[in-house]
């Protein structure tokens, strides 16, 4: 069963953002650290254009899964 992700834009945004690479693959950069993002302990390259799209979102809590706390990141 897929879940629904609930899209609800923030002001500001946040620090990750999703960025096309020379490979054609996508990325989610981490501009605080100025690095490509990481998310429990795997390095964010390689992805599609919506897995990037919606981890930059889930990781900037610009989303919200069912069921999720705000700011929280179901494992």
């Known amino acids: 069963m897929e879940a629904r992700i609930r899209i ?5 945004g946040g620090p990750y953002e999703p960025l096309f690479d ?8 981490d ?5 490509v993002a990481e998310f429990d302990g795997n390095v964010l390259l390689g992805l599609t ?3 990037a799209l919606r981890v930059s979102m889930l990781m900037n809590g610009t989303v919200r ?5 705000w700011g ?3 494992r």
């Open 8 to 12: 609800m834009p923030l002001m500001g």
């Open 31 to 35: 501009a605080a650290q100025e690095n």
């Open 22 to 29: 020379p490979s054609g693959n996508w990325l989610v950069w």
């Open 49 to 51: 254009r919506t897995e």
């Open 65 to 69: 899964l069912p069921g999720a706390a």
């Open 72 to 74: 929280s990141i179901p």
